[in-house]
Nanobody, 117 residues
């Protein structure tokens, strides 16, 4: 199993970024997938998830600004981030959710998002 995030960078407040998570080594369409972020000096924060059936969920802090999606044919998870704020600055990870375990079993290496004037 491998998860590889990309698309991070530095952007001004109000800007946009699109993160990608390329998955390999497993049947991508069979798993719920999540985005989690960790800001400097803080603990992990759940951001968003998309289930196998396409249903989506968002943290209150990002709802209305971020959009999660998946392309099962391309084995890729996305996070479209709009109206970025300084508090969105963090390392963003994608994770594979295991329903029966109620937890994550694999993570990517993360991609850095910095929102700064």
């Amino acid at each position: 199993v491998r998860l590889v995030e990309s698309g991070g960078g530095t952007v001004q407040p109000g800007g946009s970024l699109r993160l990608s998570c390329a998955a390999s080594g497993f049947t991508f369409r069979g798993y719920d997938m999540h985005w989690v972020r960790q800001a400097p000096g803080k603990g992990p924060e759940w951001v968003s998830s998309i289930h196998r059936d396409g249903s989506t969920y968002y943290a209150t802090s990002v709802k209305g600004r971020f959009t999660i999606s998946r392309d099962n044919a391309a084995n890729t998870l996305y996070l479209q981030m709009n109206a970025l704020k300084s508090e969105d600055t963090a390392l963003y990870y994608c994770g594979r959710w295991i329903e029966w375990y109620s937890g994550y079993d694999y993570w990517g290496q993360g991609t850095q998002v910095t929102v700064s004037p």
